[in-house]
């Protein structure tokens, strides 16, 4: 008997996986927010301490003693002037200086007052020399040396003079816009600032920290020299955060 084979075919498929695609164009923009507080907590969350400040004098009984501080604020109250050069008085746990920015060139913070008082001068002492998780305690002790001729170094921190950039700008108190969320902060949409344009101290200067809040913790020391008018005066320390 003669067989007949039959061949079923299989459906044809192809032979490669081929692609379509659309590329998608963006920039994520830099930001930078910044807080203040004065009198700082010396242990977490950090921010406004409740108690009063410590501010150590360069003669005793020449500088009044700390107050609990209202937010923002740095009140060295009475100093009494010497006979010839500067009485210092020096303020620990004055300022911290939180940051939050994305910037990957990085930023700088600029640090300045308004406009100097004939016959004082303010010491900046940065206890952070990067951004840190939390500031850095001071550790300053005992009876600092006051302003001469330059400011002076104390716990092995060198103090930089700050320097007057110009009247301040009215706004709606002092402080910053920003709150980090522990602590307690002067959040203040439009503080009272003097514009940066140059100089001041660079406190710091480096790659941008992607990490959330970082942290500066400062000291601030004010002279008064025999020349000093007497009566009640102010100053304005403006905090500049600038792109690289």
């Keep these: 008997m003669l067989g007949i084979a039959t061949v079923t075919a299989a459906p044809s498929m192809a032979s490669t996986t081929v692609y379509g695609s659309a590329q998608l164009k963006y920039t994520v923009n830099a930001t930078a927010l910044v807080s203040i507080a004065t009198n700082y907590a010396t242990t977490a969350p950090y921010g406004q301490a409740a108690g009063a400040s410590t501010i150590l004098p360069s003669v005793a009984g020449n500088c009044t003693a700390g107050v609990a501080e209202t937010l923002a604020t740095l009140t060295f109250g009475g100093v009494t002037p010497p006979s010839s050069g500067y009485t210092g008085c020096y303020y620990k746990n004055a300022v911290e200086v ?3 920015s994305n910037d990957a060139s990085g930023y700088k913070v600029i640090e300045y007052i308004d ?15 990067t951004p840190a998780a939390a500031p850095t305690v001071s550790g300053a002790s005992g009876n600092p ?25 009215a706004g709606t108190g002092f402080g910053a816009a920003s709150n980090p969320g522990t ?5 203040t949409a439009t503080p009272t600032a003097t514009t940066y344009t140059a ?9 941008s ?17 025999s020349t000093a008018a007497s009566g009640a005066d102010t100053n304005v320390l403006t905090v500049a955060v600038i792109p690289n």
């Design 209 to 225: 920290l992607l990490s959330g809040w970082n942290y500066i913790g400062e000291d601030v020391q004010l002279n008064v020299a």
């Design 199 to 207: 100089g001041g101290d660079t406190v710091y200067s480096g790659s």
């Design 145 to 169: 040396a006051a302003y001469v001729a330059a400011c002076p170094t104390v716990n092995s921190v060198a103090g930089t003079a700050l320097t007057g950039l110009g009247a301040a700008t």
């Design 115 to 129: 406009t100097l008082i004939a016959g004082t001068q303010v010491c900046l002492f940065p206890l952070n020399a």
């Design 98 to 100: 939180g940051i939050n």
């Design 183 to 187: 602590g307690t902060w002067d959040v």
